[in-house]
């Protein structure tokens, strides 16, 4: 894995570049076959990153953005959100251990 959080930042979550052997579509086509999520959620369609509003994006962070990989806002803490199938579904379930919202 390629690491762009800057090892001493404990700030900025902890992003990375996976393998590209782990980004081969045929085979994590097949593999993704093999199992169903309990919610019936299928590809994830949106990711939403929620920061602290004295928080200053790194760069990396900046350009996940501008590449429209993710979305990032302003709020009270830090707060992911992860959007599957588009919400079709018109559901979400909050993980109150983690800042964590799933939307399906």
Known sequence: MVMLTPRDDTRSPALFIEPRALT???EQAARASLYHHPIGSRRM??????????YQP????KYLQTQHVLSIKQGDQ???ELTF???KRKKSKD????P???RY
């Open 24 to 26: 081969d579509t045929g």
């Open 45 to 54: 369609t949106a990711i939403r990153l929620i920061s602290p509003k004295t």
């Open 58 to 61: 790194i760069a990396s962070l």
């Open 78 to 80: 830090w707060l992911l």
């Open 85 to 87: 199938d588009g919400r």
């Open 95 to 98: 993980r109150p251990d983690l």
């Open 100 to 102: 964590i919202v799933i």
